[in-house]
């Protein structure tokens, strides 16, 4: 990719899955505080928020520390992925159906939203 977005994206993902193990697990099956954020409903205004307060926190708080941009991007692929999951969650209805890869993966129809909008 022209401006090493492939190298981005796989420091991205190596930084999410390497939260992982650094995440308090208040059970022995994983259940994490998100997993309780998500339950009481406020998960995507807390992803939101949280996304926010790094991307300020950016060029201030030690320096401008990739971390926090990192920080903010799990966030937002946190939300996005609430987002997902309500859609899957509305179009079955809330029952439990095999959901195809390609619709869990977000492959969403996004041939109406402009890539150019600023």
């Known amino acids: 990719m022209k401006y090493g977005e492939d190298r981005i994206l796989k420091e991205i993902g190596d930084y999410i899955e390497s939260t992982y193990s650094q995440h308090y697990s208040t059970t022995e099956d994983g259940f994490q505080v998100m997993d309780m954020i998500k339950q009481l409903g406020i998960d995507k205004d807390f992803c939101q928020a949280n ?3 790094y991307l300020c926190r950016y060029g201030k708080k ?57």
């Open 51 to 53: 996304a926010i307060k």
């Open 62 to 118: 030690a320096g401008y520390n990739r971390k926090d941009l990192l920080k903010a991007i799990h966030y937002i692929v946190l939300l996005m992925s609430s987002i997902d999951q309500d859609y899957i969650d509305d179009m079955t209805k809330g029952k439990p159906v095999e959901v195809s890869k390609k619709v869990y993966a977000g492959n969403f129809d996004y041939s109406g939203v402009d890539h150019n909008e600023s």
